[in-house]
C-alpha cells in the first residue's frame, strides 16, 4: 500500500466516521460501521488509525479546520481596513461556517459529552479544547498581524476567553436558530475585541 493510498483510506474513514456521527450519533461510529460506510475492508481502519480515540481526535481537528480557514482567507483580503472592521468581518465569516454546517457543530458537542462519560476516552475532550484554544489563538495572531495591533490581553487569556464566547454563542444558536440575535451577538463581541487592541509599541 502506497503512502498516497493510505491517505486516501485515511480521508475515506474520517468523512465516513462524520456523516455516521452526524446521522447516528457518536456511539454509532464503531469501526464496523466506518469501514462499512466507507466501502473498505476492515484492516483499513487499523492500518490508518491506531484506535478509536484518534479517530475521534481527527474527526474534531477535520471539523475546526473546516470553520477556520474561511475566516483566514477572508482576513488576507481585508488587510489594511480599519481594526473593527477586519475583526468583524473574520468572525462574521467563521459564523457564515457555522451556519453552512450546522449538524457538523452539533456532532463536536456531542463528542465532547461521550468523550467525557467513556472510560478512557476522557482525554479526546481535554485534547479537543486545547485544539480549539490553539487554532482560536492563531486566528487571533493573525488579525492583529492583519490589523497592525497588538492585544491588550495575554493572548493565552483573550483565546480562552474568545473560544468561551463563540462557544455559548454556538450551541444557543444550534437551539433555537435565532439568526438575528446571534448576529447581533457576534458584533458586539467583535466591537468588545476591538476595543481590547492598541497601537504596536515602537
Known sequence: MTRRSADERREELLEAAIRIMIRDGVAGATTRAVVAEAGLPLGAFHYCFRSKEELLTSVVERIMRRAMAPATALAVEI???????????????YWAQIAASPDEHQLTYELTQYAMRQPGLTEVARRQYRHYLDVYRQSLEATAQLAGVEWALPLPVLARYGLSVLDGLTLHWLIDRDDAEAHAALDAYAAHLAALTRPLAD
Open 79 to 93: 488587510e489594511g481596513a480599519p481594526v473593527p472592521e477586519i475583526i468583524q468581518a473574520t468572525l462574521r465569516a
